[in-house]
């Protein structure tokens, strides 16, 4: 039904800042609920921050408030991650998800998304 392509990854240094992009693709919705995971090797994949479709409701992992920020363009399906202050246990794969829902009830579980992009490597060297 949808594709979501990330983009904006690659190596920084420590204190550094990204903003990742997560573009959908298909038969996307206003109603799409958006989030971001990332994983490092050896390690289960965690959630990062989340949107709701209206794009006014953020939630942000406690691990990385006041440093990243989450918001959407409804207009060009994509939504963004700011990555600021970023520190070398930053580096991951960092994966955007998708579900098609009005009520986002639990942002932080892996299920509660339907569309996965592949990813996009975010390296922080020291």
């Known amino acids: 039904q949808v594709q979501l392509e990330e983009s904006g990854g690659g190596l920084v240094q420590a204190g550094g800042s990204v903003r990742l992009s997560c573009a959908a693709f298909?038969?996307?919705?206003?109603?799409?609920?958006m989030g971001w995971f990332r994983q490092s090797p050896g390690k289960e994949r965690t959630f990062m921050a989340a949107?709701?479709?209206?794009?006014?409701?953020?939630y942000i992992s406690d691990s990385v408030k006041g440093r990243f920020t989450i918001s959407r363009d409804n207009t060009k399906t994509t939504s963004y991650l700011q990555m600021n202050g970023l520190k070398p246990e930053d580096t991951a794969v960092y994966h955007c998800?998708?579900?098609?829902?009005?009520?986002?009830?639990?942002?932080?579980?892996?299920?509660?998304?339907?569309?996965w992009g592949q990813g996009t490597q975010v390296t922080v060297s020291s």
């Open positions: 998800a998708a579900t098609y829902t009005r009520t986002l009830h639990a942002p932080q579980v892996e299920d509660a998304y339907n569309y």
């Open positions: 949107i709701d479709w209206t794009g006014t409701k953020t």
């Open positions: 298909g038969r996307t919705s206003s109603t799409y609920a």
